[in-house]
């Protein structure tokens, strides 16, 4: 397991944070910040296609 005050980045917003501030799918982490907007953002909102661009970098990262 990875040591909580290790930082990484944000595929959403691109900050720095600790391990214990966000959460890993597949290998690619997601700030609390960032999860939080997600799930309050109605999909007719502009920022939404900027969401799914951003999420499908996991996938497109996986399959490689």
């Known amino acids: ?13 691109g900050q720095a944070k ?3 501030e966000g959460f890993f799918i597949v290998s690619e982490f997601i700030c609390l ?3 939080n907007e997600i799930v309050h953002t109605d999909v007719k909102d502009e920022k939404y296609p900027f969401f ?9 990262k996986q399959n490689a």
């Not at 799914?52 to 497109?60: C, D, L, S, T, V």
């Open 1 to 13: 397991m990875e040591p909580v005050d290790q930082a990484h980045t944000c595929i959403i917003c």
């Open 18 to 20: 600790k391990a214990d």
């Open 33 to 35: 910040s960032c999860e």
């Open 52 to 60: 799914i661009h951003q999420m499908k970098q996991i996938w497109y």
